[in-house]
Structure formats: C-alpha cells, structure tokens
C-alpha cells in the first residue's frame, strides 16, 4: 500500500513543478520582453536614424524569448496531463 501511494505523491509532486515552472516560464518571458522592448527604446531615441533595424531585431529577439516560453508551456502542460 505505501508504494502506491509514494507512487500518486511523486505524481502529483511532479503536476506541482509543471505547474510552477510555466508559471516561472511566463514570468521570464514577460521580463525578457519588457527589457527587450525597453532597451530597444531607448536605442531609438538615441539613434533615431536606424529605427527600422532596432525594430527589426527588437521582433526577432521578442519572438525568440515567446518561442521558448511557449515550448517550456508547452512541456509542462505535457507533465500535467500524462
């Protein structure tokens, strides 16, 4: 009986990390993306002439940092249902 029932508290011990690590993931990608569109701002204003480069990789970095918060979701969701 103990086994079974180490066996269901390390699931559901397991469904509790899944459920903090999204949570975590979507943390950091607010951070990141806020840091990222901050700095990106800021390098505007000081060289207004290359707005449109700064624009550009502001989006691709953001993208980047929302790609690996939707798969570390994704993973933990994964956890938490299987």
Same mark, same amino acid.
């Given at each position: 009986?103990?086994?079974?029932?180490?066996?269901?508290?390390?699931?559901?011990?397991?469904?509790?990390?899944?459920?903090?690590?999204?949570?975590?993931?979507?943390? *950091?990608?607010?951070?990141?993306?806020? $840091? +990222?569109?901050?700095?990106?701002? #800021? &390098?505007? @204003?000081?060289?207004?002439? %290359?707005? *449109?480069?700064?624009?550009?990789?502001? $989006? +691709?970095?953001?993208?980047?940092? #929302? &790609?690996? @918060?939707?798969?570390?979701? %994704?993973?933990?969701?994964?956890?938490?249902?299987?």
């Amino acid at each position: 009986m103990s086994a079974l029932l180490f066996i269901l508290l390390a699931a559901e011990t397991a469904k509790l990390g899944a459920a903090i690590g999204a949570g975590l993931a979507a943390i *950091g990608a607010g951070i990141g993306i806020g $840091l +990222i569109g901050g700095h990106a701002m #800021e &390098g505007i @204003a000081r060289q207004p002439e %290359v707005t *449109g480069d700064i624009r550009s990789n502001m $989006l +691709i970095a953001a993208a980047l940092v #929302e &790609g690996v @918060a939707l798969f570390v979701v %994704v993973v933990c969701l994964i956890v938490i249902f299987l």
